[in-house]
T-cell receptor, first 116, second 113 residues
Framework: DSGVTQTPKHLITATGQRVTLRCSPR?????VYWYQQSLDQGLQFLIQ???????AKGNILERFSAQQFPDLHSELNLSSLELGDSALYFC???????????????FGPGTRLTVL | AQKITQTQPGMFVQEKEAVTLDCTYD???????LFWYKQPSSGEMIFLIY??????QNATEGRYSLNFQKARKSANLVISASQLGDSAMYFC??????????FGKGTSLLVTP
């Protein structure tokens, strides 16, 4: 158990809908990262928050957004869902933000999203 | 751009034998970190081992060791005394200057009795 929690574990929804994925980082970790894993794209970085502020953006679609709350949990919002958004969404957390290559990211169990 | 290459889509190894999973990387940065993660069929991503670009010794964690050859830009994972529970996908990843991880496509390892 990494100490990172994600809910829900599975989510099935229809095209055009909006969903929210939730992540709680390990105790003491200030950074939260969101990744998407799909068969065709592999593991891709979406976005990073550090202590409530957006720190870095990756291949995140405009239909997707995220935030990190004062208690450091994070939510990833996916809207106008398409079939191609079906994937495993991971949250990871680490102690620091930028500047440290040694900062290990610990992953949650993931949320498997299926868009029908 | 930083790139991670894992050329072995699938590997087989017999129980109790050692296996090496290949990883090469491309970066012009001097400071970077290399990570290996394991993803069993249940889906979670499990951190295995880390190697920093300035580390002079190869990293080891139990049965896992990282064969780091900086000049060749390779960071191969060696699993000794393979166990059936080692069957999983293995991902090599690189982190530049504290940014997010950049992952390879992974290698599927099957350990046979």
């Amino acid at each position: 158990d990494s100490g990172v929690t994600q809910t829900p574990k599975h989510l099935i929804t229809a095209t055009g809908q909006r969903v929210t994925l939730r992540c709680s980082p390990r105790s003491g970790d200030l950074s939260v990262y969101w990744y998407q894993q799909s068969l065709d794209q592999g593991l891709q970085f979406l976005i990073q928050y550090y202590n409530g502020e957006e720190r870095a953006k990756g291949n995140i679609l405009e239909r997707f957004s995220a935030q990190q709350f004062p208690d450091l949990h994070s939510e990833l919002n996916l809207s106008s869902l398409e079939l191609g958004d079906s994937a495993l969404y991971f949250c990871a957390s680490s102690v620091a933000g930028q500047g440290l290559t040694t900062d290990t990211q610990y992953f949650g169990p993931g949320t498997r999203l299926t868009v029908l | 751009a930083q790139k991670i290459t894992q050329t072995q889509p699938g590997m087989f190894v017999q129980e109790k034998e050692a296996v090496t999973l290949d990883c090469t990387y491309d970066t012009s940065d001097q400071s970077y970190g290399l990570f290996w993660y394991k993803q069993p069929s249940s889906g979670e991503m499990i951190f295995l081992i880390y190697q920093g670009s300035y580390d002079e010794q190869n990293a080891t964690e139990g049965r896992y060791s990282l064969n780091f050859q900086k000049a060749r830009k390779s960071a191969n994972l060696v699993i000794s005394a393979s166990q059936l529970g080692d069957s999983a996908m293995y991902f090599c990843a690189m982190r530049i200057s504290g940014y997010a991880l950049n992952f390879g496509k992974g290698t599927s390892l099957l350990v046979t009795p």
